[in-house]
């Protein structure tokens, strides 16, 4: 954001049997319209006068898929009646890369994995400034946010991107994580799931189907199909992410080098941080124990991924576990740059192979390095494939239908 953003509790931290007093929101006017990044359309923010107001209390700490999803949802739902605020529990890159600069942000730090104090502090802007009904984004949203909204005595929906009890840190943290999840949806009003495979998942999780609400991810869609000369001599594939183990970095950079062993002209760029220093530092010696330095790209976090998907001529997502349902891949469908993905969830909900992408087994270089090469090759169509991906973006996986989907749930909820 512009200017530093006050706390909520105004850097007080209450005994547990205090309730904490509420700050002024973060001092951006709410009522300013906002441009939807480099399509030249603009999100008019300005809410109708009897617009139902909604928290929505996320992470804040970073900004990847699941942020985009809070961010668009901010952008678009007051055209169907809903206002957003944001709280952030965990407050740091959020504040500045989100493009809704013009929707109130509050700070309610949690200062541990447990602290439920900021609760006290939800509950009192949610009285104050009137909100109907919160949303959460995370585990850790959901055990501040669901606790708020008892004490306010408002409704509140969780929103899964991802699937808590699958992941590459440790078991105990998974277990920690998906039973403070599932004890956090006690009395929950809804749950949206993201996908088919995020579905399933919550209801394995025990979640009650009826409580289960399906609500795909979406990005804006250009007017048309962006123009894209067919690529010839080098190819640049790139990759957007939060690089973690998960992502499969090591897949991909394994397949760049048997590219080039097999005389392909190939480049890689790197889009996104890195969430842990000790795995940038695997994968750049990964690299250079390649002799790939004169080929990677490391472009680091970027606020327009429009941007960098202009310079790729293929879409690589190397994902090794499941994911919610991958916003990078929904934005590279909707720049008309050909997706090659994993046989994971949430990838599965989003790509049909050899229709508008192309799909590998996670883990295996080789077949990814393979179906770069059938592109490049010409056995696989690229401008169809594109084409196809354009389209199935525009008809499942807007941000405008993202939009009406949870404004729909939020509806039924409060009548």
């Keep these: 954001m512009s200017q530093p953003l006050d706390s909520i509790a ?77 709280a952030c529990v965990k407050p740091d890159r959020f504040a500045q890369a989100c493009e809704a600069q013009s929707v109130p942000l509050y700070e309610a730090p949690m200062r541990a994995k447990f602290d439920l104090r900021p609760a006290w502090t939800l509950a009192r802007l949610i009285r104050r400034d009137q909100y109907r009904l ?75 189907e009826d409580k289960i609400r399906r609500v795909p991810n979406g990005v804006p869609s250009p007017p048309q199909l962006p123009f894209r000369p067919e690529p010839h001599g080098t190819w640049t594939l790139g990759t ?13 950079l394994d397949a760049v080098a048997l590219l080039r062993d097999q005389g392909h002209r190939v480049r890689l760029r790197m889009v996104g941080r890195f969430q842990f220093p000790w795995y940038e ?12 330095d004169a080929l990677v790209d490391w472009v680091g976090f970027t606020g327009d991924v429009n941007v960098e998907l202009a310079r790729m001529d293929v879409f690589i997502l190397p994902s090794v576990l499941a994911e919610g349902l991958p916003m990078a891949v929904i934005e590279a469908m909707a720049a008309g740059v050909p997706v090659i993905g994993t046989r994971v969830p949430g990838t599965l909900d989003t790509v049909r192979h050899g229709e508008d992408g192309l799909l590998v087994e996670p883990g295996d270089a080789e077949a990814l390095a393979s179906a770069v090469a059938g592109l490049i090759e010409g056995r696989w169509n690229w401008s169809a ?24 749930i939020y509806r039924r909820i409060l009548t």
């Design 10 to 86: 105004a850097g007080l931290i209450p005994s547990p049997d205090v309730a904490p007093p509420v700050a002024a929101a973060s001092g951006r006017d709410v009522h300013e319209p906002a441009l939807d990044n480099d399509r030249g359309t603009s999100h008019e923010t300005t809410a109708p006068v009897d617009c139902v107001r909604t928290l929505h209390v996320i992470n804040g700490e970073d900004y990847s898929g699941a942020e985009r999803v809070q961010d668009l949802l901010a952008l678009r739902l007051p055209e169907f009646g809903y206002e957003v605020g944001f």
């Design 134 to 208: 919160v949303h959460t984004h995370s585990p850790r949203a959901a055990l501040v946010g669901s606790l708020a909204a008892r004490l306010a005595r408002v409704p509140f929906v969780h929103h899964v991107h991802g699937q808590t009890a699958v992941g590459t840190v440790p078991r105990w943290h998974k277990w920690i994580n998906t039973v403070t999840e599932r004890a956090s949806l006690a009395g929950v009003a809804a749950v949206i799931a993201v996908s088919d495979s995020a579905a399933r998942y919550l209801k394995e999780q025990g979640i009650p």
């Design 240 to 252: 957007a992410a939060m690089f973690r183990p998960r992502k499969g970095a090591e897949v991909l």
């Design 281 to 292: 530092k695997q994968i750049r010696e990964r690299t250079s124990r390649q002799n790939l």
């Design 385 to 408: 494939l594109r084409q196809r991906a354009y389209r199935q973006q525009v008809a499942r996986f807007s941000d405008r239908s993202m939009a009406a989907g949870v404004a729909e």
